[in-house]
């Protein structure tokens, strides 16, 4: 079953048991879905890379709301903004916990022969890439920081 499929019944579900939030949520996701098929260059199909991408950059999208909200405080649509990401988070791939994440990047910290801070673009490139939907980037770039300064 496709993300889109996924999607579509989570919205029904949504729906009959009157979740506004979940369902504002869903609809918000099949409007980017929607957006990526028909901007010409996936013709009408979306790889699982593509999707993952589109869910990833949603939860963001909340996540950076709700803490713009926090800042401004209005904890209410902070709350609701939070309660989305977690609704969208559902459909993506289980995140990699702290220590697995430790763990993987190390490998690529050796498998690119970084040493010192200053060659953390390298290590950043292939990271993001390898991690791609299984670990948040901010996370990422945090651990290989620890990781090449010798915290961890």
């Keep these: 079953m496709s993300l889109e499929e996924k999607i579509n019944q989570g919205i029904k579900a949504a729906m009959l048991a009157k979740e506004k939030v979940k369902l504002e949520a869903l609809r918000a996701v099949k409007s980017a879905i929607l957006l990526a098929?028909?901007?010409g260059e996936h013709k009408d199909a979306l790889s699982?890379?593509?999707?993952?991408?589109?869910?990833?950059?949603?939860?963001?999208q909340r996540k950076d709301a709700a803490e713009v909200y926090q800042q401004g405080g209005r904890n209410d649509l902070a709350e609701k903004e939070l309660a989305e990401a977690v609704f969208i988070e559902e459909y993506l791939?289980?995140?990699?916990?702290?220590?697995?994440?430790k763990i993987e990047l190390k490998k690529i910290v050796?498998?690119?022969?970084?040493k010192?801070?200053?060659?953390m673009g390298k290590v950043m490139g292939v990271a993001t890439k390898t991690l791609?939907?299984?670990?948040?980037?901010?996370?990422i770039s945090e651990m290989v920081k620890k990781i090449l300064s010798g915290e961890v």
């Design 132 to 139: 791609a939907g299984k670990a948040d980037g901010k996370a």
């Design 48 to 60: 699982a890379d593509a999707e993952m991408k589109i869910l990833s950059k949603q939860v963001k």
């Design 116 to 119: 010192t801070p200053a060659e």
């Design 93 to 101: 791939p289980k995140m990699l916990t702290s220590d697995e994440l």
């Design 37 to 39: 098929k028909t901007d």
């Design 110 to 114: 050796e498998q690119v022969g970084a």
